[in-house]
């Protein structure tokens, strides 16, 4: 699930650190912690509670602002803005990220070229002989047939 850590250098009693790399680790982790916490319990609380879609982003924050204003928390206040749910959030930074690797990938031919392209390959040439002739991959030749 994780490593243990224990940092002995900032608290003289044996402080431990847990690093854990999957989401749903760390929820499976937040969940089992909570029957044995007592000061970090409403932290955990708002940490499933947004695991679970129950909260956006900028409410979880909210709530963490505000154990730190009670004084319950340390910390400073943070400005966030995280309007969604984390599926919500998660699906747009997906799209997001394959926009820009489709961006990354365009095809940059002139459109004259294009319209070249297209007038041979309805004469019936192949991608192989467009490849050559216009000296593109047969890859970029297939993504200007397409319109990508």
């Known amino acids: 699930m994780g490593r243990v850590l224990t940092d002995k250098k900032t608290d003289p009693r044996t402080a431990y650190r847990i690093e854990i ?3 749903h680790d760390v929820f499976r ?3 089992e912690m909570m029957r044995y916490s007592v000061k970090k319990s409403h932290d955990l609380e708002i940490l499933i509670d947004y695991l679970e879609d129950k909260i956006t982003g900028d409410e979880a924050i909210s709530r963490f602002n505000d154990e730190v204003r009670s004084g319950r928390r340390s910390g400073i206040i943070c400005i966030s803005n995280l309007p ?3 599926t919500e959030g998660v699906r ?3 799209q ?3 926009r820009r690797a489709r ?3 365009a095809v940059h031919v ?3 070229t294009e319209y070249l392209i297209r007038k041979d390959h309805s004469t019936g040439m192949g991608h192989y002989s467009l490849s050559r002739k216009y000296k593109l991959s047969e890859s970029i030749i297939r993504r200007v047939l397409r319109g990508d």
């Open 21 to 23: 790399s999957s989401i």
């Open 92 to 94: 747009m930074t997906k």
């Open 84 to 86: 969604h749910i984390r």
């Open 96 to 98: 997001e990220n394959a």
């Open 110 to 112: 002139d459109s004259s």
């Open 29 to 31: 982790t937040a969940k």
């Open 103 to 105: 961006a990354a990938h």
